[in-house]
Structures are given as C-alpha cells and as structure tokens.
C-alpha cells in the first residue's frame, strides 16, 4: 500500500483510504458498467449501467470495510488496541496494535470478518430474492452484492497465512500444540504455497486463455507471497526476543554531541568520520533529543552554516519511551505501531538511553543466527 488520507471515524476508530483504492474503484466501475450490466441487462440504457455500476462499487467497498470493522470490534473487545482500518485496491486492512495472546482470541478475531461477509452475502440474497420480477435494478445490485460477500468470504477462509482462514489455521494448530512459532510457521509455509499456486494460475489463464482476471490472480499472490513472508519475519524477530527486556538493547555506543553544534563544522568534522548514524544530543548532562544521518540531509546544504543541531534535533520530549525492564518484544511492537527510528528509554522521567529500530533488529538476527 502507498499513501492514505484519514475520511473519519467508525466506533472510534479511524477509517483510512489508500490512493490506491480510487484505482480499484475506477477499474470495477468500468468493467461492471460498460462489460457484466450491459451483458447482463441489455435493455438497460447507460444512465442505470453507470448508476448501478458505481453503486455496487461503493457498497463492496463498504462491504469490506463491516468486515475489517467485525475483526476490529472483536479485537477490542478482547483488549487488543486497534490503530485504524485501510481501504485499498484490493479489499481492507485492520491495523491491530499487536498479536493475540491466545489462540481462542486469534480465533474468535480472525473468523469475525468472514463471519460479518456471510451474514451480508445472507441479507443481500434475501432483498434480491424479494426483488426478483419485481425491480430489475435491485435485483442487480444486492444479487451481485450477495455474490461478491460469498466470495469475500470464501476467499478469506482460504487456509494461508495471512488470510483470516490462514490465522484460523495458525490459532487451531496453536491451540492443539501449544507452539505458536510452529504453528506460525506451518500457517505461512501455507500461505506462501497458495500464494504461488495463484501466481502459476494466474499466469496460465492470461497467457493460454487470454482473460485478464488472471493479471488479477497474479497480483493477488504476490501481495499474499509477501504478506507471509512480513508477517513471518515479524513473528520470528518477537519469538527470537523473548526473555529479553529494553534494557538489553539500548545503543551504549552512540556518540553524544552538544546542542549548539554547528552542522556545517558538524559535517566536515566528526560526522563524516564517524560510522555512526545517530548522535544523542546533551544539554549539560542530561540528553535533550536525538540527531540522525537523515535529519541532516533534510537540511540544504547551503543552510548548514546557519543551523545548529538543536533547530533539527527531536526533542526527547516528543519521542515514544520504554521502561528498561519493558519486554523487548513490546518494544519492536511500538516500533511496528509507528515511523519512529528510535525510542527513549526512560527512568523517573530522565532519558538513561536510546533503542533504535535498527539496532534492535540487529540484535534480533544476531540472536537468530545464533540459535540456527
């Protein structure tokens, strides 16, 4: 997914649209409009082609945004915070702030959604049946929305990860083992098949049959090919963190660099030498922010003579902190819940150290590389 722009709020949560969703949008519109109604309902003139078309576009998406809403009211109601829901080009995404503790609780979330899609594939199925021989134009529109809920549905009780049928899979094998490393990786190796059967298919209805959906198949697999393949190294990295705490993985090493540092004599100077990407700035004794590579590079250079650290710094202030005897894997949570590069580990109020996301990955490897 590229860019998204917030459209409101859904029993608090906030409801995103990715640039890409006017993308799908106007595709579906199209090929509905001017290639299924027309086939379908010949007699209609352009004006219902369209007006339908779009309509049924509109209520699919809204479709899949109850069914991301049922995974996310069932993960609140668990305890598990929700970040915002994400509309795209080929369906929704509910950004939860962190794994189920439970396989009941991965169940229950991961079937909500599938669940919500049958229930609407039943309510549009009921209107249309009333409406058969009566209004043509209803008819159309909640029979194909039946239609489409029944495949949303069916598609994601597909058992690979990370479709919902493939976290069904992991919660099931995780209930039954107790192993959630194993059954994450068993739901992935899944997914990672299936995601490379829809590739092949895909390939095979474009090029031998020549129907387009199968560019649509192969998309689909390989955003579902590297969905497991994130969600795996992200499972693995917090598996490989485990009995670790923040303190751990604080940066001991990072060079520290007063406020009122010229970048310009900065650059020429130890910077450039140094091989480290971030600096901790001091006030005193005492740590007042942080200053990377990149924050530098935001900077003209013809303005470096005029800046000092301070104008670009991040205040301490304004960035996320952790406790030192905070679990490492909450840590890389907080990571993934945002863009911050670094965190500050915080005692009494008083910064006593930085993690950075790159460090703790590294940490995370090395102990994997370790433990083969």
Same mark, same amino acid.
């Given at each position: 997914?590229?860019?998204s722009?917030?459209?409101?709020k859904i %029993?608090?949560i906030?409801?995103?649209?990715d %640039? $890409?969703?006017?993308?799908?949008?106007?595709?579906?519109? *199209?090929?509905?409009s /001017?290639?299924f109604?027309?086939?379908?309902?010949?007699?209609?003139d352009?004006?219902?082609?369209?007006t339908?078309?779009?309509?049924?576009?509109?209520?699919?998406f809204? $479709?899949?945004?109850?069914h991301e809403l049922?995974?996310?009211?069932?993960?609140?109601?668990? #305890?598990?915070? *929700?970040?915002?829901?994400?509309l795209f080009?080929?369906?929704?995404?509910?950004?939860? @702030?962190?794994?189920?503790a439970?396989?009941?609780?991965?169940?229950l979330i $991961?079937?909500a959604?599938p669940?919500?899609s049958?229930?609407l +594939?039943?309510?549009?199925?009921?209107?249309?049946?009333?409406?058969n021989?009566?209004?043509d134009y209803? %008819?159309a529109l909640?029979?194909y929305? !039946?239609?489409?809920?029944?495949?949303?549905a +069916?598609f994601?009780?597909?058992?690979?990860f990370?479709?919902?049928?493939? =976290?069904?899979?992991?919660?099931v094998?995780?209930?039954t083992?107790?192993?959630? !490393?194993?059954?994450? =990786?068993?739901a992935t /190796? +899944?997914?990672?098949?299936?995601?490379?059967?829809?590739?092949?298919?895909?390939?095979?209805?474009f090029?031998l049959? #020549?129907?387009?959906s199968?560019?649509?198949?192969?998309?689909?697999?390989?955003?579902?090919?590297?969905?497991?393949r994130?969600?795996?190294?992200?499972?693995?990295?917090?598996?490989?963190l485990?009995g670790?705490t923040?303190?751990?993985?604080?940066?001991r090493d990072?060079?520290?660099?007063?406020r009122?540092?010229?970048?310009?004599d900065l650059?020429e100077g130890?910077? *450039?030498?140094?091989p480290h990407n971030?600096?901790l700035? /001091? @006030?005193? @004794?005492?740590?007042a922010?942080?200053?990377?590579l990149?924050q530098?590079?935001?900077?003209?250079?013809?303005?470096? !003579?005029l800046?000092?650290?301070?104008?670009?710094?991040?205040?301490?202030?304004?960035m996320?902190t952790?406790?030192?005897?905070?679990?490492a894997? $909450?840590?890389?949570e907080?990571?993934?819940?945002?863009?911050d590069?670094?965190l500050a *580990?915080?005692?009494?109020?008083k910064?006593?150290?930085?993690? /950075? =996301?790159?460090?703790l %990955?590294d940490?995370?490897r =090395?102990?994997?590389?370790?433990?083969?």
């Open positions: 997914m590229g860019k722009f917030r459209i409101g %029993f608090g906030p409801v995103m649209v %640039f $890409s969703w006017f993308l799908g949008f106007i595709l579906f519109a *199209v090929l509905l /001017t290639s109604l027309p086939g379908a309902y010949p007699d209609w352009a004006f219902h082609h369209w339908i078309g779009v309509t049924i576009v509109l209520l699919l809204g $479709s899949v945004l109850v049922s995974h996310s009211i069932v993960s609140r109601k668990k #305890g598990i915070p *929700v970040k915002s829901i994400t080009i080929f369906g929704g995404v509910a950004q939860i @702030d962190k794994e189920a439970q396989p009941k609780t991965e169940l $991961s079937i959604g669940v919500s049958l229930l +594939a039943g309510i549009f199925y009921g209107i249309a049946y009333l409406c021989g009566w209004n209803l %008819f909640t029979g929305l !039946s239609f489409v809920n029944l495949i949303l +069916a994601n009780m597909i058992p690979g990370p479709l919902d049928g493939g =976290r069904v899979l992991r919660a094998i995780w209930m083992t107790g192993n959630y !490393s194993r059954a994450t =990786r068993i /190796t +899944a997914g990672s098949a299936i995601s490379i059967a829809m590739i092949a298919a895909g390939v095979l209805i090029f049959w #020549g129907y387009f199968g560019i649509w198949l192969i998309f689909i697999g390989f955003l579902l090919n590297s969905a497991a994130a969600n795996y190294q992200q499972t693995a990295l917090r598996e490989n485990k670790y923040a303190q751990d993985v604080i940066i990072a060079p520290h660099l007063a009122y540092v010229n970048l310009m650059v130890a910077f *450039v030498r140094s971030l600096y700035v /001091t @006030d005193g @004794d005492e740590v922010g942080i200053l990377t990149w530098i590079r935001k900077v003209p250079q013809r303005q470096w !003579s800046t000092t650290v301070a104008n670009i710094m991040t205040p301490v202030e304004q996320q952790v406790r030192p005897t905070d679990e894997s $909450s840590v890389l907080k990571f993934a819940r945002s863009q590069e670094a *580990v915080s005692i009494d109020g910064v006593a150290g930085i993690i /950075t =996301r790159q460090g %990955f940490f995370a =090395r102990l994997q590389i370790l433990k083969g």
